[in-house]
């Protein structure tokens, strides 16, 4: 049953990687997409207003001074059969893909 899997990635050389693995592996590069996601970009007001959130919220009960997770790439891969989801699956959490 055709079905794309997308998977995000922590740097772009790791989605660079999976990419090339998945290639390698005999994927079609017509199937296979890498998408780079855009950095936020960073003004005074959206500062200002992150600044007095996180005054305004208690630091450890609900983890807002930890950095927040912002993966640098999305790879998409179409797949036509349960095998092929399996292998794409397999090479790409390899290289820290995730779903989230």
């Not at 055709?2 to 079609?28: C, M, W, Y």
């Not at 983890?63 to 349960?82: E, F, I, K, N, Q």
């Amino acid at each position: 049953m055709p079905d794309t899997i997308h998977r995000n990635f922590k740097t772009v050389e790791d989605a660079e990687s999976a990419r090339a693995a998945l290639l390698e592996a005999g994927f079609q590069g017509s199937s296979v997409q890498l998408n780079l996601h855009d950095a936020r970009a960073v003004d005074t007001p959206t500062l200002a207003v992150e600044n007095i959130m996180e005054s305004l919220t208690p630091d450890d009960a609900d983890d807002t001074d930890r950095p927040v997770h912002r993966p640098a790439a999305l790879l998409s891969v179409d797949v036509d059969s349960g095998e092929q989801r399996e292998q794409a699956t397999a090479l790409m959490l390899r290289y820290g893909g995730t779903e989230a």
